[in-house]
């Protein structure tokens, strides 16, 4: 009869292990699930952010040196007024290009020879360039920039395609992505891009 009991109380407690196992089991696998499915709309959000309101963009090229290298990631806020010396994000033939606001609507763009920016007869103060060139040019100078549209030009004067050839032309409003506020990658160069 003891026996009998013994084993009686043994099983309640292997029934009892086994339950307590499989209740872990449930809460683990509704944790694993709750977690997975955060995650996921967490990603999504950040994807749709990214997407609609706070560009992250990968610079290709050498046309905005010594300020953007070829490999830096960028953030281009949406926005709908620029100023001079402002870099902005564009679309042009299914890419982004980087490149800085030079003059706006209506103001006369003249460059000489050397490479010398003239925005309405004045000269254009531009610290953030290394050396000056008239770079690929082949509009008439001086040049009026037509209304809803911004002149921009590359920092890298010699190699850059911009708003002095009528192959990029003057950029419009419903072009332009954002301007370039933070360098975020490479973490060394993280930064305020002015």
Known sequence: MRRGLLQESLTVEQLERELQREHHKRSYRSTLLSTVSALVIVAAVAVLVSMLALPVLQVVGESMTPLLHQGEIVIAPRGTSFQK??????????????????????????IDADGNVFINDEPLEEPYISEKALGDCNIALPYQVPDGKIFVMGDHRSTSSDSRNTAVGCVAQEQIVGRV??????????????
Do not use: M
């Not at 402002?86 to 006369?108: C, P, Q, T």
């Not at 506020?181 to 930064?191: I, N, T």
């Open 85 to 110: 010396g402002d870099v902005i994000a564009f679309y042009f033939n299914n890419k982004i290009l980087v490149k800085r606001v030079i003059a706006n609507a209506g103001e006369w763009v003249n």
């Open 181 to 194: 506020v933070l360098r975020v990658w490479p973490l060394s160069q993280f930064g305020v891009i002015s």
